[in-house]
């Protein structure tokens, strides 16, 4: 079922469409930067853009909050769709953040754990695009959320699995602990992006389950 909305609804979803497919991009370009890096291939312009595009988020999500403060959507509705795009903010910022650590800290990638590295990437970006359909079916077709909800919590629970197999491999290595420590703390940063893609979510359950109170 499509929900019907007025001028100042549409406008404001039109926005917040806008900073979903920011967020998207940013995400996208962080697993190019990963497949370059783990290729020895120039990544650093890539990183450069993912800060671009950041701001560029943060900017839409100024607007979209400023045009909702100014009455868009029935109060409940607005709040929680407020909680739902400040969420898919910090997904952002946080792949700002991996981005940073490859572009500051060129952390050493044992040629053993790059195809993890790369499938983990690959399943963030796929956790976050189930997201993203998931919160424009709410504008959409509402009653298709629940299902697509599902579909970000299997692939946040794969991008755990791969998160996992790193952390495995790389204690049994014959690395530095130091070293060790290092690659844990980046796929973790990895993986968060897909545990926060994932809250999102919840707080979009949430917003259908308080739909169909009755």
Do not use: W
């Not at 981005?99 to 690959?122: A, G, M, N, V, W």
């Not at 790389?170 to 926060?196: P, T």
């Amino acid at each position: 079922m499509k929900l019907f909305f007025g001028k100042k609804e549409n406008n404001i979803i039109t926005m917040f469409r806008k900073h979903l497919d920011k967020v998207e991009e940013g995400i996208e370009l962080l697993d190019d930067v990963i497949k370059d890096y783990m290729k020895s291939n120039n990544y650093r312009e890539l990183c450069e853009k993912i800060d671009s595009i950041e701001n560029q988020a943060d900017v839409l999500r100024r607007g979209i909050e400023k045009e909702m403060y100014k009455g868009g959507f029935l109060p409940n509705f607005r709040g929680d769709l407020l909680g739902i795009i400040e969420s898919v903010d910090k997904v952002m910022n946080k792949t700002e953040s991996v981005s940073d650590i490859f572009y500051y800290e060129t952390p050493y990638i044992p040629e053993e754990l790059k195809d993890e590295f790369i499938k983990l990437s690959e399943e963030v970006i796929t956790t976050y695009k189930h997201l993203k359909t998931a919160i424009e079916s709410i504008f959409d077709n509402i009653d298709d959320a629940s299902e697509i909800i599902k579909e970000v919590e299997k692939s946040e629970h794969n991008a755990d699995i791969h998160e996992k197999n790193i952390k495995e491999i790389v204690f049994k290595m014959n690395l530095a602990l130091s070293q060790k420590l290092h690659i844990k703390q980046i796929c973790e940063n990895l993986g968060d992006i897909a545990d926060r893609a994932e809250n999102t979510s919840d707080r979009l359950n949430i917003l259908l389950m308080k739909r169909n109170i009755k």
